[in-house]
């Protein structure tokens, strides 16, 4: 399974971005993103599991981010409104096969993207 995550880059706070991941090698039940700020662990963001009906947000997030998936592309989005600086880091893209109960832990993820640098300036 290969992840490749695209849509980062530098906006102002209270801006927009949306985050792309297109998967490729299998279908995959669990898509998700985290975060790494700078000397911080990585985070769950958010994740969705087959279909908008099942999705996790971290509380740091909510309001906020939306995510989604396109089933006939393989990808799945994280819109990203009202950003925040604390907002900057590198996101990664996640995924594994089957169903979690712990979308928040990266312990729950077989597959990672390479991570894209969001940076929101004050």
């Known amino acids: 399974v290969q992840l490749q995550a695209s849509g980062g880059g530098l906006v102002q706070a209270g801006g927009s971005l949306r985050l792309s991941c297109v998967a490729s090698g299998r279908t995959l039940a669990t898509m998700g993103w985290f975060r790494q700020a700078p000397g911080k662990g990585r985070k769950s963001v958010s994740s969705i599991m087959w279909s908008e009906d099942s999705t996790y947000y971290a509380d740091s997030v909510k309001g906020r981010f939306t995510i989604s998936r396109d089933y006939a592309n393989d990808t799945v989005y994280l819109q990203m409104n009202s950003l925040k600086p604390e907002d900057t880091a590198v996101y990664y893209c996640?995924?594994?096969?089957?169903?979690?109960?712990?979308?928040?832990?990266?312990?729950?993820?077989?597959?990672w993207g390479q991570g894209t640098l969001v940076t929101v300036s004050s």
């Open positions: 996640t995924a594994r096969a089957g169903a979690t109960t712990a979308p928040w832990s990266t312990a729950s993820y077989n597959y």
